[in-house]
């Protein structure tokens, strides 16, 4: 029997309503211990999935009562062609004893283009295949497990590839801030970032250490933005990350990452190029200050 703080798996079991007999993830990969673990607890199916909106959703998904798919996203449905394509830059070779590569969709179920931008349309459909931006190791068993992204991968100087996304998502539980994007070259070695404050949690910092001012003006202070560089790398100790993904300088923007500045999607994710090129300046500010030392 498996215990949480929720009790014992019937309680668990009870607590969402007592009938449930599938779960199905998608939109982000689901651990293999949490996976494991909810199908322990709900003594029902967990199934992981994997679909885009340009795919009309669903394109994977994994079987039930099966272990061997257990932290993959199953095989494809029926109504879809699945390729992997080679990305050389990042050593995955489709064609090799575990093939590994770019996820290709092709299948009637695919969208047409984007509205309107038949620029982003050409860089996705190619020869009818469309090229998702992620990176999947093929099964033995015929299912696919997610094991990179293509697009938020990138190198620094040094030659150390970061992973962007999984970065973001552990300092993303620091306390005290509510959204926070990482950027790195390859022509600089070390990450900067540009972060939005939690309001109430700098205001309480700021009283506490008798600095005055309203929000606007404490995300300039030098102060503050060392504080919150200080519990960043606080959680990245916690995380283990390596000397590498530790940032070295932030910019604090009091006003959130949205749509009406055409940062993020209409599903809330970060669209990267044009974050780089909304902050550019104070990216390069940031590079430039942190060289000088």
Request: glycine share 12%; net charge positive; hydrophobic share 45%.
């Given at each position: 029997?498996?215990?949480?703080?929720?009790?014992?798996?019937?309680?668990?079991?009870?607590?969402?309503?007592?009938?449930?007999?599938?779960?199905?993830?998608?939109?982000?990969?689901?651990?293999?211990?949490?996976?494991?673990?909810?199908?322990?607890?709900?003594?029902?199916?967990?199934?992981?999935?994997?679909g885009l909106t340009e795919s009309c959703a669903g394109s994977f998904v994994s079987l039930p009562n099966d272990m061997s798919m257990l932290g993959t996203v199953g095989p494809p449905v029926p109504n879809v062609d699945v390729r992997l394509e080679s990305v050389p830059e990042m050593n995955y070779d489709a064609l090799s004893s575990t093939p590994r590569g770019e996820i290709c969709i092709r299948g009637d179920t695919l969208f047409s283009g984007y509205y309107k931008r038949d620029d982003l349309t050409e860089e996705v459909l190619i020869d009818g295949w469309f090229h998702t931006g992620d990176v999947g190791e093929w099964q033995p068993d015929g299912s696919m497990k997610i094991i990179d992204r293509k697009k938020n991968i990138f190198k620094l100087s040094q030659g150390e590839y970061v992973a962007v996304e999984h970065l973001e998502n552990i300092y993303g539980g620091t306390p005290g801030i509510d959204s926070i994007w990482v950027y790195g070259n390859s022509f600089e070695s070390y990450l900067v970032g540009v972060v939005n404050p939690n309001k109430l949690a700098l205001e309480k910092w700021a009283e506490e250490n008798g600095i005055s001012g309203d929000f606007n003006s404490l995300c300039e202070n030098p102060k503050a933005k060392e504080h919150i560089l200080q519990e960043l790398s606080k959680i990245g100790k916690e995380k283990?990350?390596?000397?590498?993904?530790?940032l070295k300088a932030v910019h604090l923007d009091p006003e959130p990452f949205d749509m009406e500045r055409d940062l993020l999607t209409p599903t809330y994710k970060k669209k990267r190029p044009q974050l780089l090129k909304y902050y550019q300046n104070i990216i390069d500010e940031m590079y430039k200050s942190i060289n000088r030392k």
């Open positions: 029997m498996i215990f949480n703080s929720f009790g014992s798996s019937s309680q668990v079991r009870q607590g969402l309503g007592g009938n449930v007999r599938l779960i199905l993830s998608g939109a982000a990969p689901l651990a293999s211990h949490v996976e494991a673990y909810l199908r322990v607890v709900t003594c029902a199916h967990v199934l992981q999935g994997y283990k990350l390596k000397g590498f993904e530790f």
